[in-house]
T-cell receptor, first 112, second 113 residues
Framework: AQSVSQHNHHVILSEAASLELGCNYS??????LFWYVQYPGQHLQLLLK??????LVKGIKGFEAEFIKSKFSFNLRKPSVQWSDTAEYFC??????????FGDGTTLTVKP | DTAVSQTPKYLVTQMGNDKSIKCEQN?????MYWYKQDSKKFLKIMFS???????INETVPNRFSPKSPDKAHLNLHINSLELGDSAVYFC????????????FGPGTRLTVT
């Protein structure tokens, strides 16, 4: 069965620190991979996605993620976080059949 | 214009009642979803509708029934509400062409007392 796991449930960083959130998926076929962000009290918004092509994808607000097929990973990175990045981050995978699976989420708290 | 809208935004009701949450999307998408997000922020898919046909039902109690009058609407009806149904419910939509990225509604916070 398809699954998505996020390694960190809660991450606390100081402003300007670098961020890396882990995401691994299990599915043998072609997948589309996503990171969504949920700011406090708001709905989920797409941060970035991997569909095909360059495995290093850039999203909004300085975020990027790298798809490593051999490791079934799609880790999210940002070189310097800001207080406004405090949010819940969800990794998700879609198969070509349209089945969507979300990870359990990572709560990021950035201290000013 | 709001892409995915939900009503109501807040819903407070007593155990045993029946309630509905409405969702509409104006993106022309052919697939719509309902998710439940609990107090720990875990996001669980409940239903998915593609062109008015149910394609996923993730072991949700049959007290929950999705209804899709057309591909722009997916409503969620809940019978005999229980305390454990308290959560935030998100509607989302996507297209089955391309990458399937989902667009989420603002959520409905359901509180059962």
């Amino acid at each position: 069965a398809q699954s998505v796991s996020q390694h960190n449930h809660h991450v606390i960083l100081s402003e300007a620190a670098s961020l890396e959130l882990g995401c691994n998926y299990s599915y043998g076929g072609t997948v589309n991979l996503f990171w969504y962000v949920q700011y406090p009290g708001q709905h989920l918004q797409l941060l970035l996605k991997y569909f095909s092509g360059d495995p290093l994808v850039k999203g909004i607000k300085g975020f990027e993620a790298e798809f490593i097929k051999s490791k079934f990973s799609f880790n999210l990175r940002k070189p310097s976080v800001q207080w406004s990045d405090t949010a819940e981050y969800f990794c998700a995978a879609n198969t070509n059949a349209g089945k969507s699976t979300f990870g359990d989420g990572t709560t990021l708290t950035v201290k000013p | 214009d709001t892409a995915v809208s939900q009503t109501p935004k807040y819903l407070v009701t007593q155990m045993g009642n029946d309630k509905s949450i409405k969702c509409e999307q104006n993106l022309g998408h052919d697939t719509m979803y309902w998710y439940k997000q609990d107090s720990k922020k875990f996001l669980k898919i409940m239903f998915s509708y593609n062109n008015k046909e149910l394609i996923i039902n993730e072991t949700v109690p049959n007290r929950f029934s999705p209804k899709s009058p057309d591909k722009a609407h997916l409503n969620l009806h809940i019978n005999s509400l229980e305390l454990g149904d308290s959560a935030v419910y998100f509607c989302a939509s996507s297209t089955r062409q391309g990458s399937y990225e989902q667009y989420f509604g603002p959520g409905t916070r359901l509180t059962v007392t």
